[in-house]
T-cell receptor, first 113, second 113 residues
Framework: EDQVTQSPEALRLQEGESSSLNCSYT??????LFWYRQDPGKGPEFLFT???AGEEKEKERLKATLTKKESFLHITAPKPEDSATYLC??????????????FGKGTKLSVKP | DTGVSQDPRHKITKRGQNVTFRCDPI?????LYWYRQTLGQGPEFLTY????????KSRLLSDRFSAERPKGSFSTLEIQRTEQGDSAMYLC???????????FGEGSRLTVL
């Protein structure tokens, strides 16, 4: 069964304290792995797409990496405005739906000033 | 504002009533998706359209749920005979292709009393 597991469930950091969020996945042929950010009461906002192991993407203080079994979202010198829930999702390739992104439960990040 | 818009943002209803949500996607996007999200969980896929054709429905979408996208523009999601378990955030998203880069609306929160 295709599934996505994110850890930790919650992460509290001090401003400037770098860390990483983990997303491990089991999927029948990975078409793509996606990171989204979700603020309270809002819909998810797309951040990155990763397609193959070894690929990396960067945006401001965020860097996403991908291996054959997991992805990491590295946050360098976070600021309070980075506080949000970060969602990881996968799209299956073999026998999977083109519409069905399988989401993890997310990691709730809090950055204190 | 050229993003995905959803209406209403909040709906409180009594068990057994019918409710309808509307989604207006980004105008040039041909794909439209409905997801459901409950507290502490990631979004769960319900259904998606390519233009006016409904291409896939999740097994989560019981017979009480129906979605339409007449003329391939806006979409409606109707829930008949609502149950307390239907309480959730209903998220609409659109995309221009079959990738997982989805643009989400802010959601319609349903509370069934």
């Amino acid at each position: 069964e295709d599934q996505v597991t994110q850890s930790p469930e919650a992460l509290r950091l001090q401003e400037g304290e770098s860390s990483s969020l983990n997303c491990s996945y089991t999927v029948s042929g990975l078409r793509g792995l996606f990171w989204y950010r979700q603020d309270p009461g809002k819909g998810p906002e797309f951040l990155f797409t990763l397609y193959s192991a070894g690929e990396e993407k960067e945006k401001e203080r965020l860097k996403a990496t991908l291996t054959k079994k997991e992805s990491f979202l590295h946050i360098t010198a976070p600021k309070p405005e980075d506080s949000a829930t970060y969602l990881c999702a996968v799209q299956a390739g073999y026998g999977g739906s083109q519409g069905n992104l399988i989401f993890g439960k997310g990691t709730k990040l809090s950055v204190k000033p | 504002d050229t993003g995905v818009s959803q209406d209403p943002r909040h709906k409180i209803t009594k068990r057994g009533q019918n409710v309808t949500f509307r989604c207006d996607p980004i105008s040039e996007h041909n794909r439209l998706y409905w997801y459901r999200q409950t507290l502490g969980q990631g979004p769960e896929f319900l259904t998606y359209f390519q233009n006016e054709a409904q291409l896939e429905k999740s097994r989560l979408l019981s017979d009480r749920f129906s979605a339409e996208r007449p003329k391939g523009s806006f979409s409606t999601l109707e829930i008949q005979r609502t149950e307390q378990g239907d309480s959730a955030m209903y998220l609409c998203a659109s995309s221009q292709s079959s990738t997982g880069e989805l643009f989400f609306g802010e959601g319609s929160r349903l509370t069934v009393l």
